[in-house]
């Protein structure tokens, strides 16, 4: 990771994510407002020494088959997601649910 440390896009996006942070913003809407995903922004607030929410591990699957997405809280069916990975639904990750 040495290589990416430094880089300047990196540099003022954390800048970026630390006044939205200290605005009270959160990840979630940092994610949007910045057009990333939200385990880059997760990535950039633990680096800022915040405590991260986390977004890597997904809500279990539920007896139905159907995930709850972290974002809009919804059950939803496993291809409404991303990828397996991916904790908020592809609508949340696009920001359409608002
Ligand atoms: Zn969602």
Redesign the pocket.
């Known amino acids: 990771m040495s290589g990416t440390v430094g880089r300047p896009v990196e540099k003022a996006l954390r800048k970026r994510i630390s006044e939205l942070l200290k605005a009270g913003k959160e990840q979630a809407e940092i994610a949007r407002i910045l057009d990333k995903a939200p385990s880059t922004i997760a990535y950039h607030v633990r680096a800022l020494g915040h405590k991260a929410k986390e977004y890597e591990s997904p809500a279990s699957i539920g007896k139905d088959g159907k995930r709850r997405?972290v974002?809009?809280g919804?059950r939803?069916s496993l291809g409404a997601f991303p990828n397996e990975r991916n904790a908020?639904?592809s609508?949340?990750v696009r920001g359409l649910?608002k």
């Open positions: 997405c974002q809009c919804k939803k908020a639904c609508m949340c649910t």
